[in-house]
């Protein structure tokens, strides 16, 4: 069964960084592209980013262009998204997903099958 696991999450100041981790089980996660998308209190889930199965490819939400880079070392299995200079708008549930590698990776939510739990960001003075 597929499981992902996202941590990393929690409180910094406006321009801070955190570093957000997406640990898989039960699968390999070399044959899934991820993505990473977030949720803000009363609004729709966004697409953030996605990476590849290989790294070869990622793409990135316009608003998180240039400050978010995701990265993934498949010998641990885990999926990382580096946010720098957070912005209060940054504030969300986090959420982690996979898709498998024969379909494109894009940031739409409803091409992603197996997701995880969320870890909250909180972007506050």
């Known amino acids: 069964q597929l499981r992902l696991v996202e941590s990393g999450g929690g409180l910094v100041q406006p321009g801070g960084s955190l570093r957000l981790s997406c640990a898989a089980s039960?699968?390999?996660?070399?044959?899934?592209?991820i993505g990473w998308f977030r949720q803000a209190p009363g609004k729709e889930r966004e697409g953030v980013s996605c990476?590849?199965?290989?790294?070869?490819?990622?793409n990135y939400a316009e608003s998180v262009k240039g400050r978010f880079t995701a990265s993934r070392d498949n010998a641990k299995n885990t999926v990382y998204l580096q946010m720098d200079s957070l912005k209060a708008e940054d504030t969300a549930i986090y959420y982690c997903?996979?898709?498998?590698?024969?379909?494109?990776?894009?940031?739409?939510?409803?091409?992603?099958?197996?997701w995880g739990q969320g870890t909250q960001v909180t972007v506050s003075s």
């Open positions: 997903a996979a898709l498998g590698r024969l379909r494109p990776c894009v940031l739409s939510e409803t091409a992603f099958h197996s």
């Open positions: 039960g699968f390999s996660l070399n044959t899934y592209h």
């Open positions: 990476i590849s199965s290989s790294s070869g490819f990622r």
